[in-house]
């Protein structure tokens, strides 16, 4: 879907990007990381040609973008930015209506329209009318996704959508994206510098610095050993711990009878009944959650509570196991 | 009253004032300079005894205001309006005064207002400004002071007489006083925006223009106006045609030019302060939508920018009331007229003709834009703190 | 010095010196050039004033400068009371008093003026005195709101008094704002002052009105120019920046 191949690009004397080359397949989520400075944002903007490269090619659905008009291309690829940039004279409703409205849908298309992508944003409809400066710094940047969804674009850019929102608020975002994304299956690019975000969000993470791509690879695949001593540093010596986050208790196998039972030194216990004094975990448990409560409770095998009241068993076999996986 | 008191006080203090300052001027004509009279030399008048009790009113409500240490009573909100009925009820007494010593030709008698009246009058409108409505009962005092010499109550007003003498010309000057100082704003705006805009795109050519802008307001309006005539002169002389439309050395045309330079500056200025005004990411997410320029200028900068563009016309508007006046030193005309006119027959009163309308035009066009401004302050997403900030 | 430095010096003082290079070479030399140049001339043109230009600009200078001083001074320190009062209210008052007062037009002051104070420079020296005193005033009480509460504060917790804070800190850091104000002041005064010449004041404006009235440019010339060049230099002279 995007395709960069040895993109240069200079601002005057200054290098940003020194022949970058990368590909992200239709529905993925790619997400940019690196330091300040690395061209990450760069980067993203040679796609809609907020910027122009000096040299190499970037294709979007095989064409270069120097192919398309400008304001073809940027109408169909969504822009979201740190600030938001919602525009302030204009009510919710209409911010988000904006591109369509630019593209000259029907008034009965648009409407239903914003109010799907309101809701599958977590905005509550009575918002349809205020302004931007009514709303808190999460509100407008769920606004912004959904003005940069409105047209159904085939691609989203992001550029550090949720840099400027307290971290409660930001986690609420993320999850909100994932599960926008879920829905709606985008190619996404999402510059970040967090790594926590990174691989939360994303499919496909590439770490950047200095203008190049320095590492690529799934979030699994980047717990396994790299060649870049910068990729290693930057993500930092507990990017394996963190990288639990990304996955949860469903992603691992379940039995209904406690396999070897017993704590982690390996001594072995007869029963497990489900511990009344923790909250029992779920399948939405994320694998940080289930390793911290095994630790706590020292026992290699927990009790899941599933939807339908059934109660699952995992062990911290088929945990170990599953990262492994995840790093081929 | 509670707040504003520091305004009610020194309306208070102007009123007192008014007690000793002369109050009124009695002239047997025009140019004569004519004895000054005060405040209780009024008291035989009948008329008189009308704002003496309204200034015991005044009295008793500040005393009022004192025992009671600024609670609020129902008095508190009639009050303002029977004040407005104060300068008015004053004109009318101060108008009648007659001495009876000496026997004046009534045709030609006359009676200025002096410093008293006039304090009296700031008085009046700092105490109504403490209070709520105030728009509406500045109104309401202006309306009231025009009714006594509207119903011939004041024959002999120094003010009204004048006016009698030069009213057709008065109007006459008025409608091109008004004319010349708004179609000159009006035809700068066009310009103003787009060398605003010019500013805003073109960093280069931001320092010049500017610079040519602000030449207009540095440079000496009287020495503009002079140089403009020269080649006006000239030009007239060689194509008679422009005569014929009225382009001449004197007369309208080197004011109009002169003054549509000079509105210019607030104008550009302004709109340029507007574009700016205008956060980066706004612009960002117009152009990344896929917006063309012009598209952007109009659904996002242009209206972003108005209430500033407005506010710059706003001033433009009053800088032009009170410059048209050098329009009368060239055979303009306007108001500058009867003020120049006034001057040179030693007949202040006929100055004060001229300059009230002047002053009463620009504080109304002031307000009325003002309004408007804030208006579209908060349809653009203003909010209420930051609509405070502006002056 | 170094050479950008030395661009900006020249852009500083050497504009303003140009005029005033220009401004002393035509009040002293003008008149020679026009009697020059008079077989060219049109007749009944360039008649000779009864006061030479060097005359008018002395007396332009003295009715523009001592009342835009004695103006300055006042401001300065009305609002310094309103700042050392700390009052919003007096404050507000000022400003508005200011913005209404402005609404009066200047030349109607000077000839209102005539009353009190009879014809010559009286009362343009009163009007230019009135008038000059809202943009010092304004600017000033504006400049000194713009300081930053944590230096007022941090000034307040060291001890000082209110009087120490406004030598020390506020006047120092509004004075950027404050010569803003002065420099509107003197230009408006100096457009003013020519007005002057209608009620009998001397200065520039009396060749420029006399001019007018007698159909003679070359008069007009003779004294709109230095008047021009005497605002441009005071315009460049206040300015910080190079605009």
């Given amino acids: 879907m995007i395709q960069l191949t040895n993109v240069y690009k200079s601002y005057q004397e200054q290098p940003a990007l020194q022949g970058v080359s990368l590909s992200v397949s239709e529905g993925q989520c790619a997400v940019l990381i690196g330091p300040s400075g690395c061209g990450k944002s760069t980067l993203l903007k040679t796609i809609n040609r907020m910027v122009d490269i000096d040299e190499g090619e970037v294709k979007v659905r095989g064409k270069a973008v120097q192919e398309y008009e400008p304001e073809e291309l940027r109408r169909n690829t969504g822009y979201c930015i740190q600030g938001v940039g919602l525009f302030p004279h204009l009510s919710v409703s209409e911010n988000i209506a904006m591109v369509p409205k630019l593209l000259k849908w029907p008034e009965d298309k648009i409407i239903p329209r914003v109010k799907l992508l309101m809701e599958l944003s977590g905005l509550p409809l009575s918002y349809l009318d205020k302004k931007p400066h009514q709303l808190s710094g999460g509100e407008a940047q769920r606004v912004g996704v959904c003005r940069a969804l409105a047209a159904d674009p085939p691609i989203l850019l992001m550029d550090e959508p949720f840099g400027s929102v307290d971290p409660l608020n930001r986690e609420k975002l993320q999850q909100a994206f994932i599960a926008l994304q879920k829905e709606l299956r985008k190619t996404v690019l999402f510059v970040t510098h967090d790594v926590e975000e990174a691989l939360m969000v994303g499919d496909l993470i590439f770490v950047m610095n200095q203008g190049k791509v320095v590492a690529e690879g799934t979030p699994g695949q980047l717990a396994g050993s790299m060649e870049s001593a910068f990729a290693k540093e930057f993500l930092g010596k507990e990017y394996p711990m963190k990288l639990l986050k990304r996955y949860t208790a469903r992603d691992l196998p379940m039995d209904s009878l406690p396999k070897d039972g017993g704590d982690i030194t390996g001594s072995a216990t007869e029963d497990m009944p489900l511990s009344l004094k923790n909250p029992p975990l779920t399948e939405n448990s994320n694998l940080q959650q289930v390793l911290s409560r095994m630790l706590e409770e020292n026992r290699t095998t927990l009790p899941i509570l599933r939807e339908d009241d059934t109660v699952r068993y995992i062990t911290y076999g088929a945990l170990v196991a599953h990262l492994k996986e995840m790093s081929q | ?391 | 010095m170094k050479g950008y430095l030395r661009s900006r010096m020249l852009k500083r003082y050497g504009v303003p010196l140009l005029y005033l290079i220009l401004f002393l070479g035509w009040i002293f030399s003008s008149q020679m050039w026009i009697d020059m140049l008079s077989p060219w001339l049109p007749p009944n043109v360039g008649l000779v004033m009864r006061t030479p230009l060097p005359m008018l600009a002395w007396q332009h200078l003295f009715i523009v400068v001592i009342s835009t001083a004695l103006s300055v001074l006042t401001a300065l320190l009305l609002a310094s009371g309103v700042r050392l009062s700390r009052n919003q209210e007096w404050k507000s008052t000022v400003l508005t008093a200011g913005s209404i007062a402005e609404t009066i037009p200047s030349a109607a002051v000077i000839a209102l003026a005539v009353p009190i104070l009879g014809y010559g420079n009286g009362p343009c020296m009163l009007a230019l005195y009135l008038y000059a005193l809202l943009p010092v005033v304004r600017n000033t009480m504006v400049g000194m709101d713009a300081i930053p509460l944590e230096i007022a504060d941090a000034a307040e917790g060291l001890g000082m008094t209110r009087l120490q804070q406004l030598m020390k800190i506020d006047f120092p850091l509004a004075k950027p704002v404050i010569f803003a104000g002065i420099r509107t002041a003197l230009i408006i005064n100096v457009s003013l002052a020519t007005i002057g010449a209608t009620v009998g004041a001397g200065g520039f404006g009396v060749p420029i009105i006399a001019g007018i009235r007698s159909y003679d440019p070359i008069l007009v010339l003779q004294g709109s120019i230095p008047v021009l060049l005497m605002a441009f230099f005071f315009d460049r002279i206040f300015r910080s920046s190079s605009i």
């Fill in chain 2, 1 to 391: 009253m509670k707040q504003g008191n520091i305004k009610g006080w020194l309306g208070l203090l102007f009123m007192a004032l008014a007690l000793f300052l002369p109050i009124g001027t009695l002239r047997p004509n025009r140019i004569l300079p004519g004895t000054t009279f005060h405040l209780y030399s009024l008291l035989k008048e009948p008329m008189a005894w009308a704002f003496v009790v309204l200034g015991l009113i005044l009295m008793a409500f500040l005393w009022s205001l004192v025992i009671k240490g600024g609670k609020y009573t129902p008095a508190l909100d009639v009050f303002p309006w029977i004040l407005t009925l104060l300068p008015a009820s004053l004109l009318t007494a101060i108008a009648k005064y007659e001495t009876i010593e000496v026997v004046y030709d009534p045709e030609v008698v006359r009676i200025s207002l002096s410093s008293g009246f006039w304090l009296g009058l700031m008085g009046t409108i700092l105490i109504l400004s403490t209070g709520k409505r105030k728009g509406f009962l500045f109104l309401l005092t202006f309306l009231f002071l025009l009714v006594p010499p509207l119903l011939g109550w004041t024959p002999h007003l120094a003010l009204l007489k004048e006016f009698l003498i030069i009213k057709p010309t008065f109007f006459m000057e008025l409608q091109r006083h008004l004319v010349l100082a708004l179609v000159s704003v009006l035809l700068a705006i066009l310009p103003g925006i787009l060398l605003g805009y010019g500013c805003y795109r073109f960093q280069r050519g931001r320092e010049w223009i500017l610079a040519t802008v602000n030449f207009f307001q540095v440079a000496p309006t009287l020495s503009l106006l002079a140089l403009v005539m020269i080649p006006l002169t000239l030009l007239s002389q060689a194509y008679p045609v422009l005569a014929d439309w009225g382009i001449r050395g004197i007369g309208f045309a080197p004011a109009f030019i002169v003054l549509f330079c000079y509105c210019l500056l607030p104008i550009t200025a302004n709109t340029y302060a507007g574009f700016d005004q205008v956060e980066q990411e706004v612009t960002e997410s117009a152009v990344a939508m896929g917006m063309k320029s012009n598209q952007v200028f109009w659904k996002v900068l242009f209206p972003l920018a108005f209430p500033v563009i407005l506010s710059g016309v706003r001033t433009a508007v009053t800088q032009n009331l009170g410059n048209t006046i050098l329009a009368g030193l060239i055979g303009g005309g306007g108001m500058g007229a009867l003020i120049f006119l006034g001057l040179s027959q030693s007949a202040s009163d006929l100055v004060i003709l001229g300059t009230l309308p002047v002053v009463l035009f620009a504080l109304i066009a002031d307000e009325f834009l003002r309004r408007i401004e804030i208006t579209a302050h908060y349809k653009m997403g203003g909010t209420y703190d930051s609509a405070h900030q502006r002056v």
